[in-house]
């Protein structure tokens, strides 16, 4: 499927039914505070066609797919309206049967606050649901890891035992590997006696018996192996490549990942050495790790793992993928991880321009999306669901969705939920309303703004569309 129908799509069955949702929250509100509500409107006008009419409210078809709206009495689709637009729906209400029609403006202040913030309310409330349904069906949960042999010594045990270059082991004694050093410090565990390795060959599992010989823990070595090397990084300049091995830094032994992210932290602008082995040849490298590297980037620009070297055994080890079980939570703590997630994520919205200022975010990263950029990015989502056959991404992206709608929404902004809340709050300090036609206007102008800015979102998501991987 391609990225275009794939963000089509995603747009469809995610960014719509949150819109919807939003109107819904607004419409029951309304209906709870007892204002009337003249048109519940899936999709925006022009209308298609008049579906039904119910308890005075008019359901309607509209031919442009953008999620829907409520038309209260006093209002249009955006803004309070005149009284004599009012005073025409007001008939037409009567007409449709209702006694004693009521309009935004006849409702309390804090009956109209809550009307307003009501679509938000629901996105929230959806977003729990989403977190929650998903901790229902299984979240990701970390049984182990997989240590795959980079090389077996000649004439050693793991020899004899049959271990090749490019086995996989899975599980030892039966359980799950938490690391290779793991790996290495249980067999040391088991001097002298056998001990069973599943191991995955060519598309096939095994099961290998080992016997531990003795030995002592000097005979075992940690190393970092270079997985992965990024574009334009000090890194890539010096040289150094994918399954390059570090050994010293600076003429140090390095006997851990810890220490060499630690030594690169401390040496930050200056100049290092590095002593490198790659296809069992040693050379040196120099390089200076960056005092601000790109998000997602270390200060030197590689992506590194452990390598576990025994002589005693004849292994070399390195880690590879990490294997993750999806375990179905019950409902009261699938309901917490729904609340939990639910203000992780709105923690995370607010935080981001704070996190900009501080250069903690790039505004690459954060950098505001329209409509198409969020349906380029549930498009990756919609694939992922598709390749790993599992919902979890999609769940998780329209929850996020929700919860960035109704955020925005609140803004306080004219034009938006949040800018006619802040006209209520001023009403409550003047202590009489505003003029509903200057009102009108202020929030017409807003969205002629809004409009304007959405605009050249739309644009930019165009001739820069978002291709990230989405974790």
Do not use: C
């Amino acid at each position: 499927m391609n990225d275009f129908l794939l963000a089509v799509v995603s747009f469809l069955i995610m960014l719509v039914p949150m819109i919807l949702i939003h109107e819904i929250g607004h419409f029951v509100a309304a209906k709870l505070v007892g204002i009337t509500v003249m048109e519940f409107g899936i999709g925006f006008p022009p209308r298609i066609a008049k579906l039904f009419e119910r308890g005075g409210t008019e359901y309607t078809l509209n031919w442009l797919p953008v999620g829907g709206f409520v038309r209260p009495l006093g209002e249009d689709y955006v803004r309070p309206v005149g009284d004599e637009e009012a005073d025409t729906d007001r008939q037409e209400a009567i007409r449709r049967g209702i006694k004693n029609p009521k309009s935004v403006g006849q409702a309390t202040p804090w009956e109209r606050i809550f009307f307003m913030a009501a679509g938000a309310g629901a996105n929230v409330l959806t977003a729990v649901v989403l977190f929650t349904i998903m901790a229902l069906i299984g979240l990701p949960v970390v049984r182990g890891a997989t240590v795959a042999v980079r090389d077996v010594t000649p004439n050693s045990p793991a020899a004899a035992a049959g271990l090749q270059p490019g086995d996989v082991i899975v599980r030892l004694d039966n359980d799950y590997i938490d690391s290779s050093r793991a790996f290495i410090e249980y067999l040391g565990f088991r001097e002298g006696q056998e001990v069973t390795l599943t191991v995955e060959r060519d598309g096939e599992t095994l099961e290998i018996p080992f016997f531990v010989e003795e030995s002592n823990n000097s005979s075992s070595v940690e190393n970092v192996l270079v997985v992965g090397v990024a574009a334009g990084s000090p890194a890539e300049e010096a040289g150094l490549q994918a399954n390059d091995i570090i050994l010293a830094a600076n003429g140090t032994p390095l006997n851990s990942i810890s220490e060499l992210v630690d030594f690169t932290n401390q040496h930050k602008g200056e100049s290092i050495e590095l002593l490198v082995e790659r296809n069992g040849e040693q050379f040196t490298v120099n390089l200076t790790p960056r005092p601000n590297p790109p998000p997602d980037e270390g200060p030197i620009g590689i992506a590194i793992a452990p390598v576990q070297a025994n002589t005693a055994l004849g292994l070399i080890l390195t880690e590879r993928d990490t294997i993750i079980d999806y375990e179905p939570a019950d409902l009261g703590h699938a309901l917490a991880y729904g609340l939990e997630s639910t203000v992780k994520t709105v923690e995370q919205v607010i935080s981001a321009p704070i996190r900009i200022i501080q250069g903690e975010l790039s505004p690459e990263v954060a950098r505001p999306v329209s409509i198409v950029g969020i349906s380029q990015i549930g498009g990756q989502r919609l694939e992922q669901s598709i390749e790993y056959r599992s919902l979890l991404p999609l769940l998780d992206f329209a929850a996020v969705i929700s919860l960035a709608l109704g955020l925005t929404n609140l803004l306080p902004i004219p034009g938006l939920d949040g800018g006619r809340i802040l006209f209520v709050v001023i009403e409550l300090l003047r202590g009489k309303p505003l003029d509903p036609e200057r009102e009108g206007m202020v929030h017409l102008i807003g969205i002629l703004l809004l409009l304007g800015t959405m605009s050249i979102f739309i644009l930019n998501d165009l001739l820069h569309p978002i291709t990230m991987n989405i974790p």
